[in-house]
């Protein structure tokens, strides 16, 4: 069954700081991958996906994420984090729906990403 | 400007009372799908629809009602049999139901009971 694991509940960095968000999924056939945002108390936002192509991808907002089939990750970097990037983040597989209990989209339980001045 | 909508943005109920929240989109597609958050749980689907008069039961459909008589509008009713219905409601849809179609998000609405 297809997953998507997101290891670090919460995770907090200084402003300025480079950020890594870790993302594992499990899917058998190849994964196309997306990360969202979620400002506290709003709907989420794409920051980007990845169905094929170059591994290294760029979204909005200044991040990117790295596709690594071998170790079947999907994580979402930022050099410098900005006080305006704490907020939570989700990873997602695409996945085809064939009428059962899940939408076309699994999502990991998120990361909670705080910013310390 | 496309996208989606949600109202009310926060709404209280009563025990006991069935309450209906609204999704309409205008970005034309075909699928739409209700999410319940709560903290630390994440995104659990509710209902989702891939065509007009037509809609599925995600993993948590018990205590909640959907219909999809327009295109543009997915309402949901979280009914009295819902046991635990305080926490925030998401709507989202997408193009189609393939695994790259990207799901957009509503802002949400956030559901307390008194």
């Known amino acids: 069954a297809q997953s998507v694991t997101q290891p670090d509940i919460h995770i907090t960095v200084s402003e300025g700081a480079s950020l890594e968000l870790r993302c594992n999924y499990s899917?058998?056939?190849?994964?196309?991958l997306f990360w969202y945002v979620q400002s506290p108390g709003q709907g989420l936002q794409l920051l980007l996906k990845?169905?094929?192509?170059?591994?290294l991808v760029q979204g909005i907002k200044g991040f990117e994420a790295e596709f690594k089939r071998s170790q079947s990750s999907f994580n979402l970097r930022k050099p410098s984090v900005h006080w305006s990037d704490a907020a939570e983040y989700f990873c997602?597989?695409?996945?085809?729906?064939?009428?059962?209990?899940?939408?076309?989209?699994?999502f990991g339980k998120g990361t909670k990403l705080s910013v310390k001045p | 400007d496309g996208g989606i909508t949600q109202s009310p943005k926060y709404l209280f109920r009563k025990e006991g009372q069935n309450v209906t929240l609204s999704c309409e989109q205008n970005?034309?597609?075909?699928?739409m799908y209700w999410y319940r958050q709560d903290p630390g749980q994440g995104l659990r689907l509710i209902y989702y629809s891939q065509i007009v008069n037509d809609f599925q039961k995600g993993d948590i459909a018990e205590g909640y009602s959907v219909s999809r008589e327009k295109k543009e509008s997915f309402p949901l009713t979280v009914t009295s049999a819902q046991k635990n219905p305080t926490a925030f409601y998401l709507c989202?849809?997408?193009?189609?139901?393939?695994?790259?179609?990207?799901?957009?998000f509503g802002p949400g609405t956030r559901l307390t009971v008194l």
């Open positions: 990845y169905f094929s192509g170059d591994t």
């Open positions: 989202a849809s997408s193009r189609g139901r393939g695994p790259t179609d990207t799901q957009y």
């Open positions: 899917y058998g056939a190849t994964p196309y």
């Open positions: 970005l034309n597609h075909d699928a």
């Open positions: 997602a597989v695409g996945a085809w729906n064939y009428g059962g209990s899940q939408g076309n989209l699994i």
